[in-house]
C-alpha cells in the first residue's frame, strides 16, 4: 500500500470510529444542545485538537509502549473511567436545574471556553481512543513513512474529527432538538450521564485487563 493510500485507509477509520457512539458524541450532543451552537462548534474544535495529539502519539510508537508497558496501560484505563464518572456525576446533579437559554449566556465567552476544556478533557481522557489510534496506524502506516506523512497526517486528523463534530453541534443545536431538550432536560441528562457513566465503569472493571 503506498502512504497516500495508507493515509486514506486511516482517515477513514477514524471518521468511523468518530461516528461510534461514546462520550465524545455525548458530549458534544449535550453542549450543543444545552448550551448553545457555539458552546457545541468549542466542543467539536477540541475533538480535533484531542485527535491531532492522539496521531502525534500514535506516530512516535504509543500502541507498542501500551502493548509493552500494561501497568500503563492500565493506569490509563483507570484514570479514564474515573474522570468519566466524576463528568457523569456533574451532569447528574444538575440535570434538573432550569436552564437559563438568554443571548447574554449564549454569548458568554467563558461558557466556550470551558465546553472546550470539558471537550478536550473528555477525548483525552478515554485510553480506547488511544489504542484505537494506535493500533489504526499501526495496522495501516508503512514501517518507514517518508517525512511529508508527520506533517500531512496531524492537520488530516484534525479534520475528520473536528469535521464530523461539527457537523453534530449544527445537528444538535437547531430549533427542534433545543426545543424537545428544554422540555425532557432532566430525562435527557440523566440518560447522558447514566451512559458517560457506563463507559467509565467499564474501563474500571476492565482495567485488570491489560492485554490490547
Not at 109 to 117: I, M, Y
Request: aromatic share 10%; hydrophobic share 55%; net charge positive.
Amino acid at each position: 500500500m503506498s502512504p497516500s493510500a495508507a493515509i486514506l485507509a486511516i482517515l477513514a477509520a477514524l471518521l468511523i470510529g468518530a461516528m461510534s457512539p461514546g462520550p465524545s458524541f455525548v458530549i458534544v450532543a449535550r453542549h450543543s444542545i444545552g448550551l448553545s451552537r457555539r458552546d457545541g462548534l468549542a466542543t467539536a474544535v477540541a475533538m480535533g485538537i484531542g485527535g491531532v495529539f492522539f496521531s502525534g502519539i500514535a506516530l512516535v510508537g504509543l500502541y507498542t509502549l501500551l502493548a509493552t508497558v500494561g501497568w500503563l496501560y492500565m493506569s490509563l484505563k483507570i484514570a479514564g473511567g474515573l474522570y468519566l464518572i466524576y463528568l457523569a456525576s456533574k451532569i447528574w446533579r444538575g440535570a434538573a436545574a432550569p436552564l437559563a437559554l438568554d443571548s447574554a449566556q449564549a454569548a458568554n465567552a467563558g461558557n466556550v471556553r470551558k465546553s472546550f476544556w470539558v471537550g478536550l478533557s473528555t477525548q483525552l481522557s478515554n485510553p480506547k481512543t488511544a489504542v484505537a489510534y494506535g493500533s489504526i496506524f499501526a495496522a495501516l502506516l508503512p514501517q518507514h513513512p517518508p517525512l511529508w506523512c508527520y506533517f500531512a497526517l496531524p492537520p488530516l486528523v484534525f479534520a475528520v474529527e473536528a469535521g464530523w463534530y461539527t457537523v453534530v453541534a449544527l445537528c444538535f443545536s437547531s430549533k427542534r432538538p433545543r426545543e424537545l431538550y428544554l422540555r425532557a432536560k432532566t430525562w435527557i441528562d440523566r440518560v447522558a450521564a447514566s451512559a458517560i457513566a457506563a463507559l467509565g465503569l467499564r474501563l474500571l472493571f476492565t482495567a485488570h485487563k491489560t492485554g490490547i
